[in-house]
């Protein structure tokens, strides 16, 4: 399994993130301690949450994926030193002022992190959302604080555009403050407008690591909803409903012959066309069971023709 470096971050990753938003939501502790098994043992090493999953889920409020994950790593003694952890800040916690970027919500929300993931260090610390009410510098000097603090190692933007990002760059350079080393954005066969052009051109002149996330289109992309009668019951039918269009079509029928070709999934060949695009370290995506922990391991180990990732960018244009 081919590793890569991930942005100026010193750390090398397996080509897939566990995206832990289902930790504790569609995945009960049980299974979610099977599916993390699952994954390091099949070579994978990092793992994506944040504060706020799954506070969208009912009962919940937040920090549930943080504390599946915090509970496992205290259950498997040494398991911490085997895993890239990743997690976020700046989503609606519910209280007042917890939100946001400020110095005084990041001081208060990494602990909160720490405590709930029982680590003493998070390994990659993301602004979730830009916040437009505080300035790049007042958040920038609050992930310098924890950097120092050795309460985390490196620090990421999710959500930033192209001109955003450069802004929050050159605050960084000017006031001699870290700069993000990573960028997380939505980015998948069909969404490509948030990453192609601007962004991923900074990220490739700035060695910006990128991890994707909705990297299967919230399971549009496995190919299992061609029909709204596919979505029935579905805890993510309102997510997927979007992709069912003539182009959505269209890219299904693409992904299924190369996938045909390939003895593969169109699941895996989504993910190994990702893999595949420049400036993408590793594309995030959930897996609720072994078996489509397994599948990842077959995609990180696809590969795609040429032809093949033309025919895919085509169809998804």
């Given at each position: 399994?081919?590793?890569?470096?991930?942005?100026?971050?010193?750390?090398?990753?397996?080509?897939?993130?566990?995206?832990?938003?289902?930790?504790?939501?569609?995945?009960?502790?049980?299974?979610?301690?099977?599916?993390?098994?699952?994954?390091?043992?099949?070579?994978?090493?990092?793992?994506?949450?944040?504060?706020?999953?799954?506070?969208?889920?009912?009962?919940?409020?937040?920090?549930?994926?943080?504390?599946?994950?915090?509970?496992?790593?205290?259950?498997?003694?040494?398991?911490?030193?085997?895993?890239?952890?990743?997690?976020?800040?700046?989503?609606?916690?519910?209280?007042?002022?917890?939100?946001?970027?400020?110095?005084?919500?990041?001081?208060?929300?990494?602990?909160?992190?720490?405590?709930?993931?029982?680590?003493?260090?998070?390994?990659?610390?993301?602004?979730?959302?830009?916040?437009?009410?505080?300035?790049?510098?007042?958040?920038?000097?609050?992930?310098?604080?924890?950097?120092?603090?050795?309460?985390?190692?490196?620090?990421?933007?999710?959500?930033?555009?192209?001109?955003?990002?450069?802004?929050?760059?050159?605050?960084?350079?000017?006031?001699?403050?870290?700069?993000?080393?990573?960028?997380?954005?939505?980015?998948?066969?069909?969404?490509?407008?948030?990453?192609?052009?601007?962004?991923?051109?900074?990220?490739?002149?700035?060695?910006?690591?990128?991890?994707?996330?909705?990297?299967?289109?919230?399971?549009?992309?496995?190919?299992?909803?061609?029909?709204?009668?596919?979505?029935?019951?579905?805890?993510?039918?309102?997510?997927?409903?979007?992709?069912?269009?003539?182009?959505?079509?269209?890219?299904?029928?693409?992904?299924?012959?190369?996938?045909?070709?390939?003895?593969?999934?169109?699941?895996?060949?989504?993910?190994?066309?990702?893999?595949?695009?420049?400036?993408?370290?590793?594309?995030?995506?959930?897996?609720?069971?072994?078996?489509?922990?397994?599948?990842f391991a077959r995609a990180a180990d696809l590969n795609l023709?040429?032809?093949?990732?033309?025919?895919?960018?085509?169809?998804?244009?």
């Open positions: 399994m081919q590793r890569k470096t991930l942005g100026t971050t010193g750390f090398e990753i397996a080509p897939i993130v566990f995206g832990g938003n289902v930790l504790g939501w569609t995945t009960d502790e049980a299974q979610s301690f099977r599916v993390l098994d699952a994954f390091i043992d099949h070579g994978f090493d990092t793992i994506d949450t944040a504060d706020v999953y799954s506070a969208w889920a009912d009962g919940h409020s937040g920090g549930e994926s943080e504390t599946v994950l915090g509970k496992w790593f205290a259950a498997r003694p040494g398991m911490r030193d085997k895993v890239k952890l990743f997690t976020k800040v700046g989503s609606d916690m519910g209280g007042p002022g917890e939100k946001g970027l400020s110095k005084g919500w990041i001081s208060q929300a990494v602990e909160k992190s720490r405590e709930r993931l029982q680590v003493e260090t998070i390994d990659l610390y993301f602004s979730h959302w830009p916040d437009p009410d505080v300035d790049h510098a007042e958040t920038l000097v609050a992930y310098d604080t924890q950097l120092k603090a050795g309460k985390i190692r490196a620090i990421g933007a999710s959500n930033y555009d192209a001109g955003l990002l450069a802004a929050a760059l050159e605050t960084a350079e000017n006031e001699g403050l870290p700069a993000y080393q990573v960028v997380q954005p939505e980015y998948n066969l069909y969404d490509r407008a948030a990453f192609e052009g601007p962004l991923q051109d900074l990220c490739l002149k700035n060695d910006i690591g990128v991890v994707t996330y909705f990297s299967l289109a919230a399971g549009f992309l496995s190919g299992k909803y061609r029909s709204g009668a596919d979505l029935s019951g579905r805890k993510r039918a309102g997510m997927v409903e979007k992709y069912m269009t003539e182009r959505g079509m269209r890219l299904l029928d693409a992904l299924e012959d190369i996938a045909s070709a390939h003895a593969a999934k169109p699941a895996e060949v989504s993910l190994a066309w990702l893999m595949a695009q420049k400036g993408v370290t590793a594309p995030i995506a959930s897996a609720t069971s072994v078996a489509q922990v397994e599948s023709s040429a032809e093949d990732l033309a025919r895919l960018t085509a169809a998804g244009a």
